[in-house]
């Protein structure tokens, strides 16, 4: 299950990075900001409550999607390069198996435990 679950979140990247293609920004704009929603874990550092909340609100696909949606309702590309960017790193994140946190601790998520 494991495997189809990756190949999945793999998909999903792909098509993060099909949405980036469509918007007017160089290829480089991907690789430096792909990384950029992993702040989001200096929530932790106020706690493990604080800290999942954090993360999950930027690794939140549903937040990504409508954010990106946003954009196109306002023709803002930046707002769609800040849906995109989310979605496809929470895709990325995923396939390596980094969940949505629980609020006992960092390396537990949605997919499992992290390091087992």
């Not at 696909?61 to 306002?74: E, H, K, Q, S």
């Not at 496809?88 to 994140?93: K, L, P, V």
């Amino acid at each position: 299950m494991k495997t189809v679950i990756k190949l999945e979140e793999l998909g999903l990247f792909i098509l993060g990075i099909y949405f980036f293609n469509q918007l007017e920004y160089a290829w480089w704009w991907f690789l430096v900001l792909i990384l950029v929603p992993d702040f989001s874990m200096i929530g932790y550092l106020f706690g493990d409550r604080i800290g999942a909340f954090c993360y999950n609100v930027v690794h939140h696909r549903g937040i990504a999607v409508a954010l990106y949606l946003v954009g196109i309702f306002c023709s803002n590309e930046t707002i769609q390069l800040t849906g995109v960017i989310l979605f496809a790193h929470s895709s990325m994140d995923r396939m390596f198996g980094y969940g949505l946190k629980y609020e006992s601790g960092f390396k537990y998520t949605h997919l499992g435990e992290i390091g087992k």
